[in-house]
C-alpha cells in the first residue's frame, strides 16, 4: 500500500535547510490554503503530489530547487526569496497562479507551463521575474477568438486581431538569439497559433530593463524567424518608458527584439522583364527561381552577405508583389564610391519594389551604421546602376526610386549610352538586359554567350541567358541579345 501524507485546509512549514522529499510511490495530498511554506528549503519529487487548491510558498535567502524525478503540479506557486533564486532541476507546471513577490525563478533549460483555463504570471518586475539565460520556456496554450489586448498568461505578448487564430502555443524564452546585427534582448516569443495567415495581428512586445542586454532602448526593434531568416520589422510604435514594441504582422512564430539594422526601400525595373506597365513573373511561374541567392556561385564579390535563402512560400505570391528575380545592392563608401562596404541579396517584386528576404519587408543591412552610402543595385544578366550621390540610411526604411528619371543613376562620364533605358516609351527607366557575362558590358562577348547557350532551346529554366526572364532559352533571346548589344553598352556603377 503505497505511504499517504494528507494535509488539509492547513499550513505546513518547513525551514529544514534541506529539503522536502516525495518519495517514490508516496502520495503527497494537500487540500486548500495557504498550504506548504519552504523556508531555505527546495522540493524533490519522486512520488506523487495532488495540490488540490493549495499554494506553494519559496521563502528565505538561500538557492532553492525543484527536482525529482515527476514533473510537479502546483495549483499555485508564490516565489518570495528574500534574494538569489528558484532553480527549476525538473519541469514544472502550474495550474492557476504562479506569483513573484521578491527574488527570481530561473528555468535552467526546463519547461514552466501553464494550466489553460487559469494559469497566469502575478506580479513579475524587474527585481522579481523569471529568468532563463540556460533555456527552458514558459508555456501557455491559448483559444484566441478576434483577440482584443489579449496576455495570454500575463507572458508579455499582447494581442490584437479581427482574425481567429484558434488554439495558439506561445512559448517565452529568455536565451539570447544571433542575429545579424549581433545579438537579441534576453527574451523571446514563440507563437504557433492554429489558423497563421492573414491576421493583421498588433502586436505589443514588453520587456524588463534588466534584459535589454546592452542594447539601446530607443533603438530596440521587432526581429522575426522566417525559416532560417531573421527578418528586421520597422515598429509601429516603441515606447521606452513603458518598456514595449509594438509591430504589426500578418503571420506569427519567433519574434525578439534588437536594435535595428539599416533600411532601404528601393524601386527598380529589368528591361527583359518588362511588359506594359511593370515586369512579368515568368521564372516564377515556371518554379525555376531557387531559394538560394544567385549570386555567389555567379562570382560577386561579397562583403558581409551571401548564402541569402528565403522560404519556399514567398514565391507563392502572385500579382504586383509576385517575385521576379533575385537582385544583388550594393552599400559603397561616400567617400570613395569604389569602396564597398556591404552586400545583401535581395528579391524584386513585379511592380519594381525591391524587398528582404520575407518578400515583404524593406531591405536590411546588419552591422553597418547610420551614415551617408552609394547604393548600387545589380542583377546577373543586367547592367547595374548606382546613385548618383550618396544616401542617408538609418533604420528607418528610406525609399528610392531609380525608375523615375535618368537622372536617379549615376551617369558615368564620358560613355555614349545613358546609365539605364526607358523601358516603357513613356518615362519609366531601368537596367539595360543583356549582359550575360556578369561584367557591366553588352557587347559581342554576350551575343556569343547567349547564342551558345540557346542552342539547343531549352525550357523551364534558370540561366543567365535568359535575358528576357521568361524561364525559356530560345530565339527570342539570340534576337534581343542581338539587337541590345548593338551599339555595346557599359555599366554606369563605379570610376
Not at 522529499?21 to 528549503?41: A, F
Not at 527598380?268 to 555567389?296: H, N
Not at 533604420?395 to 562620364?413: E, G, H, M, V
Request: glycine share 10%.
Amino acid at each position: 500500500m503505497k505511504p499517504l501524507f494528507t494535509a488539509i485546509a492547513c499550513l505546513l512549514s518547513l525551514s529544514a535547510n534541506g529539503q522536502l522529499h516525495i518519495g517514490s510511490g508516496t502520495h503527497l495530498v494537500v487540500q486548500g490554503q495557504p498550504g506548504i511554506v519552504l523556508h531555505n528549503t527546495s522540493w524533490d519529487n519522486d512520488g506523487t503530489f495532488s495540490a488540490d487548491s493549495s499554494r506553494v510558498v519559496f521563502r528565505g535567502a538561500q538557492t532553492d530547487s525543484v527536482s525529482g524525478t515527476s514533473e510537479t503540479l502546483f495549483f499555485q506557486l508564490s516565489v518570495e526569496k528574500a534574494s538569489d533564486s528558484l532553480r527549476l532541476a525538473q519541469a514544472i507546471q502550474v495550474e492557476d497562479s504562479l506569483f513573484f513577490v521578491s527574488g527570481t525563478l530561473a528555468l535552467e533549460g526546463r519547461n514552466l507551463t501553464l494550466g489553460t483555463d487559469h494559469g497566469v504570471l502575478v506580479g513579475e518586475s524587474e527585481t522579481s521575474r523569471i529568468t532563463g539565460a540556460n533555456g527552458g520556456e514558459v508555456v501557455k496554450v491559448a483559444i484566441l477568438n478576434a483577440p482584443s489586448s489579449e496576455n495570454p498568461g500575463n507572458l508579455g505578448m499582447t494581442i490584437t486581431s479581427a482574425a481567429i487564430p484558434g488554439p495558439t502555443v506561445i512559448r517565452r524564452g529568455h536565451q539570447l538569439k544571433s542575429l545579424p546585427n549581433g545579438t537579441s534582448i534576453q527574451r523571446y516569443y514563440d507563437i504557433s497559433p492554429a489558423t497563421n495567415t492573414g491576421l493583421n495581428a498588433t502586436i505589443v512586445f514588453s520587456y524588463f530593463d534588466a534584459e535589454l542586454n546592452g542594447q539601446t532602448e530607443t533603438n530596440l526593434e521587432s526581429w522575426h524567424q522566417t525559416g532560417t531568416n531573421w527578418i528586421n520589422r520597422e515598429p509601429d510604435a516603441t515606447y521606452d518608458l513603458a518598456n514595449t514594441v509594438e509591430v504589426t504582422l500578418d503571420t506569427l512564430g519567433m519574434a525578439t527584439l534588437a536594435e535595428g539594422a539599416l533600411k532601404v526601400q528601393p524601386v527598380v525595373f529589368l528591361q527583359g522583364a518588362f511588359s506594359g506597365t511593370q515586369m512579368t513573373d515568368g521564372l516564377r511561374s515556371a518554379g525555376v527561381i531557387p531559394t538560394t541567392e544567385p549570386y555567389s556561385a555567379l562570382g560577386f564579390p561579397q562583403q558581409g552577405g551571401g548564402g541569402e535563402t528565403i522560404e519556399a512560400s514567398v514565391l507563392a505570391t502572385t500579382g504586383n508583389d509576385a517575385i521576379v528575380d533575385w537582385l544583388f545592392l550594393e552599400l559603397r563608401s561616400a567617400a570613395d564610391s569604389s569602396v564597398i562596404v556591404r552586400t545583401q541579396s535581395a528579391l524584386l517584386q513585379a511592380d519594381g519594389d525591391v524587398v528582404g528576404l520575407d518578400g515583404i519587408s524593406a531591405v536590411t543591412f546588419a552591422g553597418v551604421p547610420i551614415d551617408d552610402y552609394f547604393l548600387t543595385v545589380k542583377h546577373r544578366n543586367h547592367l547595374g546602376v548606382r546613385t548618383p550621390s550618396p544616401i542617408t540610411l538609418s533604420r528607418i526604411a528610406t525609399s528610392y526610386d531609380f525608375s523615375s528619371s535618368l537622372n536617379q543613376a549615376w551617369d558615368k562620364p564620358g560613355i555614349i549610352n545613358d546609365a539605364m533605358v526607358d523601358v516603357s516609351g513613356t518615362g519609366i527607366y531601368g537596367l539595360f538586359t543583356g549582359d550575360v557575362t556578369g561584367d557591366q558590358f553588352i557587347n559581342a562577348t554576350d551575343f556569343q554567350a547567349t547564342s551558345n547557350l540557346v542552342t539547343p532551346n531549352q525550357s523551364a529554366v534558370y540561366q543567365v541567358g535568359d535575358i528576357n526572364l521568361d524561364a525559356n532559352l530560345n530565339a527570342t533571346d539570340f534576337q534581343t541579345s542581338n539587337n541590345v548589344s548593338t551599339p555595346n553598352k557599359i555599366g554606369h556603377v563605379h570610376p
